[in-house]
Nanobody, 125 residues
Framework: VQLQASGGGLVQAGGSLRLSCAAS????????VGWFRQAPGAERECVVA????????YYAESVKGRFTVSRDNAKNTVYLQMNILEPEDTAVYYC???????????????????WGQGTQVTVSS
């Protein structure tokens, strides 16, 4: 599967962005998906993850209540709605996919074999 992340940009603190992760292939519904971010000098961290149906999700503590993940398997797309953005959210955001069993999500980068190219999110104070 090939992934294409988009939707990043420059936004003021308190603003919102919606990232999209579009996938190729007809079996995207069999893949768990994670959104990761990496700030300069920092390790890549998982912010959200979703099972292949979207029925089970994981959120990092730092984004709970502000970020929402959803997916539309008919459109082969996973979305990351980011609200109340903070300067600390500034990073390159990546989506990743893993062929998985039903009801499973993964929040460590090493689990994922497919990665998108990343989209920059910059939040100004």
């Amino acid at each position: 599967v090939q992934l294409q992340a988009s939707g990043g940009g420059l936004v003021q603190a308190g603003g919102s962005l919606r990232l999209s992760c579009a996938a190729s292939g007809r079996t995207f519904s069999l893949y768990a998906v994670g959104w990761f971010r990496q700030a300069p000098g920092a390790e890549r961290e998982c912010v959200v993850a979703t099972s292949r149906s979207g029925g089970r999700t994981y959120y990092a503590e730092s984004v709970k209540g502000r970020f929402t993940v959803s997916r539309d398997n008919a459109k082969n797309t996973v979305y990351l709605q980011m609200n109340i953005l903070e300067p600390e959210d500034t990073a390159v955001y990546y989506c990743a996919a893993k062929f998985s069993a039903r009801g499973t999500y993964y929040y460590t980068a090493k689990e994922y074999g497919y990665w998108g190219q990343g989209t920059q999110v910059t939040v100004s104070s």
